[in-house]
C-alpha cells in the first residue's frame, strides 16, 4: 500500500512537470493519467485494450465482401452520389483497395469524434442524411472498422465542400495489438491539398485476401441487396432531389461489374412508373431492341384515368427480360438468368429502406406466378421476368403500417391498391410488347392473327423489292432484266429469300416433329408425377405392414426343420429386406420433399444416405461399390433441394444395374467426390456394357435408352421402365443450378463415368 503511495506521488509529479512545458508530449500526459487512475483506490473504471480493434474488424466482419459493403453504407450515408472501388492487384495477397465516394466528406470535427470513435452514436442522433435525406443503412458505428478486415493499412483522405485544404490520417491496423492501450496508440492528420470538392477516399493496403471477379461481383450483389439498387425518377417529386447511388467496381482500370454491366442494359424493356400526390397512376416504358419509343399511359383504380383512394407518392421502376427468346447471347442470358433465380422480382421500399419479403425468392407479392398459371395473360409476365422495385414514401406511417413482428406490411388499403398497381403496370406492358412483337399477348384476343413463315417471307420480298424501286441508287449492283424484275447480281436478295422459301418446308417439318416429341415427353412427365403421388401413398401404407412382414418371415423359418424349407426362409427374408430397401429409399426422398427450402448440400451426405438405403440391396444384386473417394473437406454445393439428389443417385444407380447385367458380370461401382476451383464434382463409375462411342452426349437426351421395348401386353408402368427420362431429368436439375453432367473418361478397371460439376458454397457463406 505504502508503495502504490509513492508510485502515486511519482507519478503526478511528473504529469505536473510535462502540464508546465511550453511544447507538451500530449501521448505522455494520457499514459501517465492513466497509470495514476489506476491506481486510484476509491473509484474503478474500464479501460479498453488495443486488440478490440482486431476483433471488431475480423470478427463483427466475417467475409471480406460484406467488409465492403459496410463502407459503401457509410458512402450512401454520406448522400454520396457515386462510389468506385479500385482493386489493384488484388487477385493476391498485398494488393491495394481505393473505395473514393463523393458524399459530403468529413471536417476534423467529425473525423475524430465520429470516424475515430468508436460506436458513434451521430447516426442515432441523426437518422437522416444532411442532404438528401437518406435513412441511415448503418447504425452501429462500427462500419469502419471494416477496413481493418481488408487489409493492413488505412489512408483516409477526406474535405467537405466549404474547406480549403483535405484532411489525410494514416492508420496501421497492426499497431492495435493485445495487451496494449487503446488511448495510447495515436494517428497523425495532417491539412493537403483537395483532389476533389467534397468527398472521401479510403487507401487500403496490403490487403490481406486475394479477391476473384467472382468474389467481387459477390459483393456486389451485397451492395444492391442492401441499398437502394437503381437511381431515383426525377419525376417522383418527394425524390427529385436525390439523383441516385451508383457503385462501380474497378479492377485494375477495368469494370468489372456496375448496374449496366451486370444487367440492364441487356433488358428488353425499361419500365417507370409513379403515382402522384393526388393518386393518379402513370406509366411509360421504351425498349431500344424493338425500336419502342418511350410513351406515357394513364393507369387507375378501375378506369385508366380513375385515381386511387389511399395510394400517394409510388415510384416504380422495373426491367423487363424474355428468356429463351433469341433476344440476350447466350452466354450472357445464362449468366442473368442464374441472378435472376435469386434477385428476380419487384422489391419493395418504404422511405428508403428495404420492406421484407417483397421480391425475395418464392415471394409473389403482385400476383405475378399466379398470373401466369391462369394463363388468361399469354405474354410473359412472371416475377422472373423482371428485376425492379417500387418506392413508396410515408414518412408519418399514414398509408402503410409494418406488422408486429417487423416482417411486412398489414394489409390495408394503400398496400391493395399499391398491389393493384404494380400488376397492371407490369401485365399491360408485357401485352404491350407482345404486340410489338407480333405475338398473342392474352388468352381471349380476338384481333391476333398469327403470320405464317411464308406470309413473313412473302412481306420482306414485297418491302425489299419497294426499297429498290423507291431509292434505286442506294444498290449499287441494282439492275432490271428484260422482263423488268429488279435483281441484285452479287448473291441476291430474291435468291436468298427464295432458298429460305426452300427450306422453310424441311424446318417446318422438324419442328413439328420436336413438338410431337415435347408433348411425348411432356406426357410421360405427368404420368411420372401421377405415379410420384401413388409411391407415396403406397409407401406410406406399406411401412404400417414391415415390421409384421419382417417378424413372420423369421418366425416361419423358425418353424420348418428340413434345409430346403430353411432356404426358402432364408429367401424369403432376404427378399423383404430388398424390398425394405426401396421402400425405404421412397419414403426418405418423400419425406424431404415435404421441405421446399433450398439449402448448401455437403456431398457426403447424399453419398452416405444413398449407401446406407441401397447396401441391401448390392448383396441381391452382385454389385460392390467402393468404400467412397471423398476428397477433401467442405464439398457444399449451390442452395439445393435435398431430395433431388437421392433421385440423381438412384437414377446413376439403376443405370449402372442395367449395364452390369447386361454385360453379365460381378458388378463395381465407385464413387468420387471433391471440389476444383469454385466448383464441387462428383463422379459415378460402373463396370457395365459402358457407352458407346458418338452416344456420349444422346444419352440425356429426352427418350433415349437402351433398354429393350416392353411388349404390347405391358403395363403402363412397365412401359416407363427405361423411357429414357432419367438422365434427361438428372441434366436438367444439374443445368438449373448452372452446372453440368457429361460422360467424362472411364476410370481405370471401369467402362463408364459420369461426372457432375456444380458451383459451391464456400464454408464462410454458409451459415
Not at 495510447?184 to 493496403?205: A, V
Not at 471423398?630 to 446413376?652: D, Q, R, V
Not at 431429368?729 to 467402362?751: C, L
Request: aromatic share 10%.
Amino acid at each position: 500500500m505504502e508503495t502504490d503511495i509513492i508510485k502515486l506521488e511519482s507519478l503526478k509529479r511528473k504529469l505536473n512537470e510535462e502540464l508546465t512545458k511550453e511544447n507538451s508530449d500530449n501521448t505522455l500526459i494520457l499514459s501517465l493519467s492513466h497509470e495514476i487512475a489506476s491506481l486510484d483506490q476509491d473509484n474503478v473504471r474500464f479501460s479498453v485494450d488495443a486488440g478490440v480493434i482486431n476483433r471488431l474488424g475480423k470478427e463483427l466482419v466475417g467475409r471480406h465482401e460484406t467488409a465492403v459493403s459496410e463502407l459503401v453504407k457509410n458512402a450512401y450515408d454520406a448522400d454520396a452520389t457515386t462510389v468506385d472501388l479500385f482493386f489493384e492487384n488484388c487477385d493476391q495477397v498485398g494488393g491495394h483497395l481505393t473505395i473514393k465516394d463523393n458524399g459530403l466528406g468529413m471536417t476534423r470535427e467529425q473525423l475524430i469524434k465520429g470516424f475515430m470513435t468508436i460506436s458513434s452514436s451521430d447516426k442515432i442522433h441523426n437518422p437522416k442524411s444532411p442532404r438528401y435525406t437518406r435513412t441511415r443503412a448503418g447504425q452501429k458505428g462500427i462500419g469502419r472498422f471494416a477496413t481493418q478486415r481488408i487489409g493492413q493499412i488505412l489512408t483516409i483522405i477526406t474535405q467537405t465542400l466549404h474547406a480549403e485544404k483535405a484532411l489525410k490520417v494514416t492508420i496501421n491496423w497492426d499497431r492495435y495489438e493485445m495487451d496494449s492501450n487503446l488511448f495510447l496508440i495515436s494517428n497523425s492528420i495532417e491539412e493537403i491539398e483537395k483532389d476533389q470538392d467534397e468527398g472521401t477516399t479510403l487507401l487500403i493496403e496490403n490487403v490481406r485476401d486475394s479477391w476473384s471477379n467472382a468474389m467481387i461481383n459477390r459483393a456486389y450483389k451485397y451492395i444492391t441487396d442492401l441499398l437502394q439498387p437503381f437511381p431515383l425518377s426525377e419525376r417522383f417529386e418527394k425524390s427529385k432531389n436525390d439523383p441516385g447511388f451508383k457503385v462501380t467496381f474497378y479492377r485494375n482500370n477495368s469494370v468489372i461489374v456496375d448496374e449496366e454491366s451486370a444487367f440492364f442494359q441487356h433488358a428488353l424493356a425499361e419500365i417507370e412508373a409513379y403515382v402522384d400526390d393526388q393518386g393518379q397512376g402513370y406509366y411509360s416504358f421504351k425498349s431500344d431492341k424493338l425500336a419502342i419509343p418511350e410513351e406515357v399511359y394513364l393507369i387507375g383504380r378501375k378506369d385508366r384515368d380513375e385515381e386511387y383512394e389511399s395510394l400517394r407518392n409510388v415510384h416504380f421502376k422495373a426491367y423487363y427480360f424474355i428468356w429463351n427468346a433469341g433476344l440476350i447471347s447466350k452466354s450472357v442470358e445464362k449468366y442473368i438468368r442464374e441472378n435472376a433465380r435469386e434477385y428476380a422480382g419487384i422489391r419493395l421500399y418504404r422511405n428508403g429502406f428495404r420492406v421484407l419479403p417483397y421480391g425475395e425468392p418464392q415471394d409473389d407479392w403482385l400476383r405475378l406466378d399466379a398470373s401466369v398459371v391462369r394463363r388468361s395473360i399469354i405474354a410473359p409476365h412472371a416475377n422472373i421476368n423482371f428485376f425492379g422495385f417500387v418506392e413508396v414514401l410515408d414518412q408519418d406511417g399514414k398509408y402503410f403500417q409494418e406488422q408486429s413482428s417487423r416482417e411486412g406490411l398489414l394489409e390495408t388499403d394503400s398496400l391493395r391498391e399499391l398491389k393493384d398497381f404494380g400488376y397492371k403496370v407490369l401485365t399491360d406492358v408485357a401485352i404491350k410488347i407482345s404486340h410489338f412483337r407480333e405475338k398473342k399477348g392474352t388468352a381471349g384476343q380476338k384481333d391476333w392473327n398469327k403470320k405464317t413463315s411464308r406470309e413473313i417471307i412473302n412481306d420482306v420480298k414485297k418491302e425489299m423489292g419497294e426499297l429498290i424501286n423507291d431509292e434505286p441508287k442506294k444498290f449499287e449492283d441494282v439492275k432490271k432484266d428484260d422482263r423488268g424484275v429488279i435483281t441484285v447480281t452479287l448473291k441476291t436478295i430474291n435468291d436468298k429469300l427464295t432458298e429460305l422459301e426452300e427450306t422453310h418446308e424441311e424446318e417446318t417439318r422438324e419442328q413439328e416433329l420436336k413438338t410431337k416429341e415435347l408433348l411425348k415427353e411432356i406426357q410421360l412427365l405427368r404420368i411420372l408425377a401421377g405415379l410420384g403421388l401413388t409411391i407415396g401413398e403406397f409407401v406410406h401404407e406399406v411401412s404400417h405392414y414391415e415390421p409384421a412382414f419382417k417378424y413372420d418371415a423369421e418366425f416361419l423359418t423358425g418353424l420348418v426343420e428340413d434345409s430346403e424349407g430353411i432356404n426358402a426362409g432364408n429367401r424369403l427374408q432376404k427378399n423383404l429386406e430388398a424390398f425394405t430397401v426401396y421402400t425405404s429409399f421412397f419414403k426418405d426422398a418423400i419425406s424431404k420433399n415435404v421441405n421446399r427450402e433450398l439449402k448448401p448440400i455437403e456431398l457426403r451426405e447424399p453419398i452416405s444416405n444413398f449407401l446406407e438405403i441401397i447396401t441391401p440391396d448390392l448383396e441381391r444384386s452382385n454389385i460392390i461399390i467402393d468404400k467412397p473417394d471423398i476428397k477433401g473437406y467442405n464439398l457444399l454445393t449451390c442452395p439445393m433441394h435435398s431430395s433431388e439428389w437421392a433421385s440423381i443417385l438412384f437414377n446413376f444407380y439403376t443405370n449402372s444395374k442395367k449395364a452390369i447385367a447386361k454385360k453379365s458380370v460381378a458388378g463395381k461401382i465407385h464413387i468420387e467426390a471433391g471440389k476444383i476451383q469454385n466448383k464441387v464434382y462428383l463422379e459415378f463409375s460402373d463396370n457395365g456394357i459402358g457407352i458407346a462411342q458418338g452416344k456420349e452426349e444422346e444419352i440425356f437426351e429426352a427418350f433415349y435408352t437402351t433398354s429393350n421395348p416392353s411388349g404390347s401386353n405391358s403395363a403402363e408402368t412397365e412401359e416407363l421402365t427405361g423411357t429414357g427420362l432419367g438422365l434427361k431429368i438428372v441434366k436438367d436439375i444439374i443445368e438449373g443450378y448452372g452446372g453440368e453432367v457429361f460422360v467424362a473418361s472411364p476410370k481405370d478397371n471401369f467402362s463408364t463415368t459420369i461426372r457432375i460439376e456444380l458451383p459451391k458454397t464456400e464454408i464462410e457463406d454458409y451459415e
